[in-house]
C-alpha cells in the first residue's frame, strides 16, 4: 500500500514539472500585451525612431529584447514613456549605430 502511494506521489510531481502548475499564465499575457506595443511602436513611421535598433522575444528566458543605440537609463526611460510599456519583461541592451546604404 505505502509503495503504491509513493509511486502516485512520484507520478504527480513529474506531471507537474513537465506541465507545470499553469501559475504563469497571467505572466503570459502581459509578456504578449508588452510585446505587441512595442511591435506597433516599431512599425509606426511617423515617430522618432532613430536611437532603436531591433526588438525580439526571448523565447527562453522569456524576456523581450529591446536594442537601443544609445543605451542609457534616460533613453530607456523614454522608450518606456513613449510606448506605454514599463513591463518586467523588457531587457534594454546595446546596439548600433547603424548605417543605411543606398545603390
Known amino acids: ?3 503504491n502511494i509513493f509511486i502516485g506521489m512520484i507520478a504527480i510531481i513529474i506531471c507537474f514539472t513537465l506541465v507545470g502548475c499553469g501559475s504563469n499564465k ?3 499575457t502581459e509578456l504578449k500585451e508588452s ?8 512599425g509606426n513611421e511617423s ?3 532613430s536611437n532603436l535598433g531591433a526588438y525580439y522575444l526571448d523565447e527562453e528566458k522569456n ?3 529591446v536594442v537601443l543605440v544609445n ?3 534616460e533613453q530607456q526611460e523614454k522608450f518606456k514613456e ?3 510599456v514599463d513591463s518586467k ?3 534594454f541592451v546595446q546596439g548600433g549605430p547603424y548605417t543605411t546604404f543606398s545603390k
Not at 510585446?35 to 516599431?42: D, V
Request: net charge positive; proline share 0%.
Open 63 to 65: 524576456k523581450i529584447v
Open 71 to 73: 543605451n542609457s537609463k
Open 47 to 49: 515617430l522618432d525612431r
Open 82 to 84: 513613449i510606448t506605454k
Open 1 to 3: 500500500m505505502k509503495k
Open 35 to 42: 510585446y505587441n506595443k512595442i511591435g506597433e511602436y516599431f
Open 89 to 91: 519583461y523588457i531587457v
Open 26 to 28: 497571467g505572466n503570459d
